[in-house]
């Protein structure tokens, strides 16, 4: 039965019809995709503008959708969002920790600045001490070029001592890695973020973000001007005030402004001083305040607040290690000796306090007494013990006490990167100078030098008599605690490359020789002396703290035998107007076991390597 139309007509099927119905439809179709490319294009080209004429933040934008839409936890909204909103991926699931027993994700606060963004350097001290590291903790030049770090053999195990002698260690630079893991304290730090904000600071949390987020792009000047600007907006807020600090550190570093470096050592103390200061950001400030006032020199300063720091947070180990190693570098080891004696009464396996603690009975000559210390600290490898001094004076104190062992922590010492050998273990190194224990005049390039004194042997020799037999008291004993037995003299008359008037004044001659001579008079890691050494006396096997320098030796009174030096392997002995040639920073050790005295002039030359700029800017030893 046909269909009827509105006014009654009656419909009749037809192809006609139906063709008119299906392009109306098609026409409707095309109409709305024409619509959607014009809505696609209009918004491309708005997309353009926005983003060219920086109509919008972008940046804003994204983070805002990351705050709404972030479903898979990664802290933005990108594909891996998109495909758990639309289901073709699980959301995951926050379990619960101690640390957030909610499941919730904790709000982002900065990390701490980065402790290291400078080292601290300091001259070594004492002016003669040429043969073992000082007690100050100085960061010198770089190791040598083929440092290497394996680890140290574990705690558990003992010590290799397959090296029997010196004469049979094979230098060697394989090792086998173990697999890097994560540190107790990289692991806690992990869980445990400090907490920089109080509860003021987070209600204005983006503003302190913003500016933070300008000083870590490296907009240090902008990053600063917005801090200043939210210090005298919010001049309570310790968050900003910090933020200032650490905007003036960058600056300063950027600059190389001590004159900036003071304001921000002085931001943080203000930060401090603030009221409702959340204890890890007192923390964070008082160490940052501490490590920047070394950097410019103020010991004192950064040891008053290491002990504000100390009486804030007293159950903090670290802490008084800090307060430590500050009473070190004042040169106080009674201070820093009782300082780690309550360190280890209240934690007896920290390492860290171990190895100060043994390092200290070592300078105060209780060998036998430091080798525990020094030891059992090594093999924790705990932060801070992975040190060539530490390794260098157990070594030293194995080797006074007959242990062969020392070889191995030798050996373990080079593999870490501290020493170059186990023959060269000098601390304070020029990487990649020419090394070997013995040298030919020829070898050095000094063959002048070499000539002259020679020549001039029995006029250097009797002006040294003329010191040695008066009674001015010139010759001074060596004091480096480098002898078990016998008597040992010196008589300097250049150190550090600066002359010693008042003994040129005794021996006129001798030192107008040398003025000539800048490879021997400008060396500032060395020194030119006479040495007087009585029968009976040996010296212990020691290095030199550098690799910049040769040592020369003219013999002037050489009894007939009876003395003798080893250095390394290889064991010769001095002539009357000969010139012996040798790098002190390998290992040496002395006999004296004549009748009579002997006496020597030493004299110190720079590497003839070292260019010309690196002898005028390498820091005096």
């Known amino acids: 039965m046909g269909e009827t139309s509105v006014d009654g007509a009656k419909m009749t099927d037809s192809p006609g019809g ?35 004429f920086d109509l919008v933040d972008y940046n ?20 891996e969002d998109a495909k758990v909103l639309l289901g073709l991926t699980e959301k995951p699931v926050m379990v619960a920790s101690p640390e957030n027993p909610l499941g919730e994700k904790e709000l982002h606060e900065e990390s701490l600045p980065g402790e290291n963004k400078e080292s601290i350097s300091h001259s070594p001290h004492g002016s003669t001490y040429d043969a073992e590291p000082s007690l100050e903790f100085t960061t010198e030049e770089s190791r040598p070029a083929n440092q290497i770090s394996p680890e140290l053999p574990p705690a558990t195990q003992p010590v290799p001592t397959s090296v029997s002698t010196p004469e049979s260690i094979t230098e060697t630079t394989e090792f086998t890695e173990e697999p890097s893991v994560e540190s107790k304290e990289e692991k806690e730090a992990k869980k445990k973020k400090p907490k920089l904000l109080n509860k003021f600071d987070k209600t204005i949390k983006s503003e302190i973000n913003a500016a933070e987020k300008l000083r870590k792009k490296g907009k240090i000047e902008e990053s600063l001007h917005a801090f200043e600007a939210l210090v005298q907006k919010f001049p309570q807020s310790p968050r900003c005030r910090y933020g200032k600090a650490q905007a003036e550190d960058d600056l300063a570093e950027k600059m190389r402004s001590n004159e900036m470096l003071l304001k921000a050592v002085n931001s943080y103390r203000e930060v401090a001083d603030l009221p409702d200061v959340p204890p890890d950001l007192i923390k964070a400030t008082l160490k940052r305040r501490a490590d920047r006032q070394q950097f410019l020199g103020r010991t004192r300063g950064s040891l008053a607040t290491l002990e504000k720091l100390v009486q804030i947070f007293p159950e903090d180990v670290s802490l008084k290690n800090d307060l430590g190693v500050a009473h070190l570098l004042l040169g106080d080891n009674k201070s820093a000796k009782r300082i780690y004696e309550e360190v280890l009464a209240r934690a007896p396996h920290d390492g860290f306090a171990k190895v100060h603690y043994g390092f200290i009975l070592k300078s105060e000559n209780k060998i036998a007494e430091s080798i525990p210390y020094l030891r059992e600290g090594l093999e924790t490898g705990e932060p801070g013990t992975d040190d060539g001094r530490f390794y260098f004076h157990l070594g030293d104190a194995l080797q006074r006490t007959g242990d062969k062992s020392a070889y191995d922590w030798y050996e373990a010492g080079h593999r870490r990167g501290h020493f170059a050998s186990v023959w060269q273990r ?53 004091d480096e605690n480098l002898r078990e037995t016998g008597d040992w003299g010196q008589f300097t008359l250049w150190q550090q490359g600066r002359k010693v008037a008042a003994s040129c004044r005794h021996v006129p001659k001798t030192c107008a020789l040398l003025e000539s001579y800048p490879e021997a008079t400008s060396c500032k890691r060395g020194q030119i002396k006479f040495s007087v050494m009585q029968t009976g006396t040996h010296v212990w096997p020691h290095t030199g703290p550098t690799n910049c320098r040769l040592r020369m030796h003219l013999g002037l009174v050489i009894p007939s035998k009876g003395c003798r030096i080893r250095c390394t392997n290889q064991t010769r002995e001095w002539e009357e107007g000969k010139v012996l040639i040798f790098d002190d920073s390998f290992e040496h050790e002395v006999w004296q076991e004549a009748e009579s005295y002997r006496l020597i002039f030493i004299v110190d030359v720079w590497h003839p390597e070292l260019t010309q700029l690196q002898r005028q800017t390498l820091s005096p030893i």
Do not use: C, H
């Open 18 to 52: 139906n063709a008119a119905i299906k392009s109306e439809k098609k026409t409707e179709g095309n109409s709305f995709f024409s619509w959607l490319l014009v809505l696609a294009l209009l918004g491309a080209w708005l997309s353009v503008g926005v983003m060219w």
């Open 426 to 478: 000098s601390l304070y190194n020029v990487p990649g100078l020419r090394a070997q224990p013995w040298w030919t005049a020829e070898e050095t390039g000094y063959t002048v030098l070499v000539k002259m004194l020679e020549r001039n042997w029995l006029t250097i020799r009797d002006e040294a008599l003329s010191v040695l037999d008066g009674t001015s008291g010139q010759f001074l004993p060596e």
């Open 60 to 79: 804003s934008v994204v983070g805002a959708l990351g705050g709404v839409y972030d479903a898979d936890g990664d802290g933005d909204f990108d594909v």
